[in-house]
């Protein structure tokens, strides 16, 4: 066979004499690239881009409860009927034994709807995720990372813990996290950095997760400063899904979900821009240029990025909600109405099954679930993000071209990057 060479993260293959392409043994495990799997490729000028096999799962998010101490203005929970409840320990031992039925066994995120410390068991569950030996990450809002908490999911081994901070002073962050005060915040994630075993690379390592709005949006740096003062490693930003009608005017891509500078179709105008300074000079030519109706490419890469595209099922994830069961993505976990084009959207959940009644093998390998993902990896559903004309955009049971299989995701948000979770 052929002989295969790494450096940093490229790697390298090789065409064997029968004009097949070798791939090193590493990518293949690393990418669920096993004997069979069916893959797919999309070509580009100088290049062919392989997305994983919709068969390798390789991150499962697990919600322990809905409940929350807070009262977000951006939280689906102010507009849904839905029931709170927490998870059982019988739950979670179904997930766990699931996971060691897997190879690889995926990665583990503990977050949902509610706040994850909120439920009594989450720490212990970190730790028994991580005795399996992969990666665990964790959301807070930060309100009960208590010294005592701290020194415990230090001692999980847990790999990341995000924090959400929206705000950057004590108005603005109260003006979005209803019942929580940014002194506090900071001062638990402070002493929880300081707690951690010193060394130039710090564990656990700390996530800063921020979701833009326009009453918040000119904190974003400062947000940031803050991050760095705890030694941040990852900032996430999202855009706001407005769960309620008054939200719709926080938002920030009333502009961007049009503009065709965002769309990669192949009959658009193109405009490649370089590497510049993003300074007093350059921002208002910038500007203009971005909003002139070319789709753009920035420093070789499409200004579109993820445009069309599910990042759950590129990722190879899955969700799993409190009373166990199974959805495709976590917007998908439960029924919630959000706004689109000044309409309410009703958005109905989808639950592949229950992890009480199924192994996570079974579930994650079910033929409708891997079509689902197939078409999903395809994308074809109708453009109701861009349109949002109709009525069959106001859920996602249909869509205007034909698309009669629920759930139907035009209207995703994610899939458009404008939304994203970290």
Not at 100 to 121: A, C, N, Q, R, W
């Amino acid at each position: 066979m052929a002989v295969l060479s790494t450096k940093s993260t490229t790697a390298w293959a090789e065409v064997d004499e029968h004009g097949r392409l070798v791939l090193p043994p590493q990518v293949t495990h690393q990418y669920g690239l096993q004997p069979g799997s069916k893959v797919r490729l999309d070509e580009g000028h100088n290049f062919v881009r392989m997305h994983r096999p919709v068969t390798h799962l390789t991150k499962v998010y697990i919600e322990p409860t809905v409940a929350c101490n807070l009262d977000c203005i951006t939280c689906f929970r102010n507009a849904w009927e839905q029931p709170v409840g927490r998870m059982t320990e019988k739950t979670f031992a179904s997930i766990l034994k699931g996971l060691t039925m897997l190879d690889p066994i995926p990665s583990v995120y503990f977050g949902g709807i509610g706040e994850p410390l909120f439920h009594p068991k989450t720490i212990d569950w970190i730790a028994e995720t991580k005795a399996l030996g992969v990666k665990v990450e964790l959301i807070t809002n930060g309100t009960i990372l208590t010294e005592k908490k701290s020194r415990e999911l230090i001692d999980t081994g847990l790999d990341t813990l995000w924090v959400s901070l929206d705000g950057a002073t004590p108005e603005t962050y109260a003006d979005v996290r209803l019942g929580a005060e940014l002194p506090n915040i900071l001062d638990n994630l402070k002493r929880f950095a300081k707690m951690r075993p010193a060394s130039h690379y710090p564990k656990p390592e700390i996530g800063i997760a921020f979701v833009a709005l326009k009453r918040n949006i000119t904190d974003l740096p400062k947000v940031i400063q803050l991050g760095k003062l705890v030694k941040a490693k990852y900032y996430s930003v999202s855009n706001v899904q407005p769960a309620t009608q008054d939200m719709q005017d926080d938002r920030l891509y009333m502009q961007t979900i049009h503009n065709i500078a965002y769309l990669q179709a192949p009959h658009l105008p193109r405009l490649s821009l370089p590497k510049m300074d993003f300074d007093g000079t350059t921002i208002g030519a910038l500007f203009e240029t971005f909003n002139s109706q070319l789709s753009i490419n920035f420093a070789g890469n499409h200004w579109a990025g993820a445009s069309d595209t599910c990042n759950f099922v590129e990722a190879g994830t899955m969700s799993i909600a409190w009373n166990g069961d199974v959805s495709p993505c976590w917007p998908l976990m439960h029924t919630h109405t959000s706004y689109l084009h000044g309409k309410p959207r009703l958005s109905k959940k989808h639950v592949i099954g229950n992890v009480s009644e199924r192994s996570l093998t079974d579930l994650w390998l079910d033929p409708e679930y891997i079509a689902y993902r197939e078409r999903l990896h395809n994308f074809v559903f109708a453009p109701c993000s861009f349109c949002g004309g109709c009525d069959l955009s106001e859920t996602n049971e249909e869509d205007c071209i034909g698309n009669t299989t629920f759930p139907v995701c035009g209207g995703c948000l994610w899939a458009q990057g404008i939304i994203q979770c970290p």
